[in-house]
């Protein structure tokens, strides 16, 4: 009785193998569970059992993408032997240690593979982008470090976006592309009203100033655009763009027209009924430094 309860203090980690392909390149483990029989939706119902078990036990699991090629490498590094259960659990337990994990919490599990690959997206976007403002060196007339300082200006930037959208529910969305990766950050923030600290969670507000602060420092294109939806008025749009290390606010045609023109085909969509498209306003340092 008392190592049944010790249990329910150790926390469980997941491996979850994102789609079909992965699970049949685990496949050709012989010690593999499902290695002779069953598809991945088999394995999918399995997993959700198990998760569903360990939960009713009051035990708490985090799930984590169990990628197969990672693990291979993983396996290699370490001199481990891939087929085997010992190495699939220690792989495992340094995946609960990396921020991609997700609590689970009695989610169906078709919808806990969609979520798992957003937060994986959402990583290595972060990952990616620190490494570009950590990689863009000093000023060369001050010396001062242009990532640290892209980093405030990004801060004060969202401070300012928010404050100028008021009371509502805002959605923000900043796109950067680079040479090898299109960085997307997208940040939810509720103001109950005017006066009222703006309510963001705080990883979101951390993604979202660190693809803003890449984009200024790297000095090309980019875009943000800010939804506002609120009681009684109809939804609001402004818009951005990122020029030459600084973020120009948008004419309200100039937010038509990205809204309303198909991304791929360049053809015109019609309005969204119900939405003002609004101009952009002054949010980032009048006097940029950089």
Known sequence: ??????????????????DAGDFAAMRRYR????????????????VEALLRSL?????????????????????????????????????????????????YRGQPIG??????????????????ATTLLAGVGTCADCGEDIGQASFERATGALKRLVEGAGPGHHHLVCSVPTDTEQLVAVLHAEVPDTGSRP????????DF???????L???GAGGLVLRSTSEELPDRVHGWRLDRG?????????????????????????????????PGYEVDDPDPHH
């Open 111 to 128: 919808e806990l593979v969609p979520l798992l690959l957003d937060e994986a997206i959402r990583q290595a976007t972060w990952e990616y």
């Open 1 to 18: 009785m008392l190592r049944r309860r010790l249990r329910r203090e150790v926390p469980s980690t997941l491996g979850l193998l994102a």
């Open 199 to 206: 309510r963001i969670e705080s990883r979101e507000g951390m």
């Open 55 to 103: 939960a009713a036990q009051g035990i708490h699991s985090t799930v984590a993408l169990f990628d197969p090629e990672e693990y291979a490498d993983y396996c290699t590094e370490h001199g481990l032997d891939p087929d085997t259960a010992q190495a699939r659990t220690r792989f495992t337990a340094e995946l609960a240690g990396a921020s991609g994990c997700l609590p």
């Open 246 to 278: 600084r973020l120009v606010a948008l004419s309200a045609a100039a937010v038509f027209n990205a809204y309303c023109t198909d991304a791929d085909t360049g053809d015109p969509v019609a309005p969204e009924p119900g939405v003002e498209y609004c």
């Open 209 to 215: 100033v660190t693809v803003l602060a890449a984009g």
């Open 31 to 46: 010690s593999f569970p499902f290695a002779e029989h069953a598809d991945y939706a088999d394995y999918l119902h399995h």
């Open 217 to 219: 420092a790297l000095g």
